[in-house]
């Protein structure tokens, strides 16, 4: 059994494609692996930029707290010295009234 010309070129032409299209395939996986890490490198930049964000704003968070908190202890010793001192101009006043 004789093999034609043209049964060799169809054979050698799928051989041709088959190789090709592995080829290409191995490269497109090749480059999509690629991608993905390129892809998940600048996500975790991200993240961490993010990050570094999130600390940033919890320390200036405790910060502005113990701020707050100590005017809240000022304000109240600033709320008794100035009863204190409305105490003593009322009693400036009735000592200034009982003399007239």
Request: proline share 1%; hydrophobic share 35%; glycine share 4%.
């Amino acid at each position: 059994m004789e093999i034609g010309i043209p049964i060799l070129c169809t054979i050698l032409g799928v051989v041709i494609s088959v190789a090709t299209f592995y080829i290409g395939r191995k490269k497109d996986v090749k480059q999509e692996t690629q991608k993905d890490t390129e892809r998940i490198v600048r996500i975790d930049e991200k993240l961490d930029t993010i990050k570094h964000n999130v600390d940033e704003i919890r320390l200036d968070n405790k910060d502005f707290s113990k701020t707050l908190s100590q005017l809240g202890e000022r304000v109240t010793i600033v709320e008794q010295s100035t009863k204190s001192a409305h105490h003593r101009i009322d009693n400036l006043e009735d000592l200034h009234r009982n003399r007239k």
